[in-house]
Nanobody, 124 residues
Framework: VQLQASGGGSVQAGGSLRLSCAASGRTFMSDAWGWFRQALGKGREFVAAISPSGKTIYYSDSVKGRFTIFRDDAKNMVYLQMDSLKPEDTAVYYC??????????????????WGQGTLVTVSS
């Protein structure tokens, strides 16, 4: 199983980016997806998560109202649309799968598969 995250880059504050995460090796239609991020010198923190049905979604308070997570099971992918970006959003972003979970979870340790990370840099 592999998760491949992409879409990171450099953007000015107020701008937008869309991150993508493609899975290979198996399908994840019955699993929850999550996005986490890790800024330089800090721990990996929860950003967003989505249930298998797509009907239950959680966001961290710091991104709520600016980021949108969504999934496309036909393509075996998950996305993170990031709008109104701020310099404090600068981090490496990771996608992850919480295998067999019917509810999205915020806890990093429960996730079973991880992508390699994609760097987002927001300048002021």
């Amino acid at each position: 199983v592999q998760l491949q995250a992409s879409g990171g880059g450099s953007v000015q504050a107020g701008g937008s980016l869309r991150l993508s995460c493609a899975a290979s090796g198996r399908t994840f239609m019955s699993d929850a997806w999550g996005w986490f991020r890790q800024a330089l010198g800090k721990g990996r923190e929860f950003v967003a998560a989505i249930s298998p049905s797509g009907k239950t979604i959680y966001y961290s308070d710091s991104v709520k109202g600016r980021f949108t997570i969504f999934r496309d099971d036909a393509k075996n992918m998950v996305y993170l649309q990031m709008d109104s970006l701020k310099p404090e959003d600068t981090a490496v972003y990771y996608c992850a799968v919480d295998e067999d979970s019917v509810v999205p979870r915020r806890t990093r340790v429960v996730y079973d598969y991880w992508g390699q990370g994609t760097l987002v840099t927001v300048s002021s």
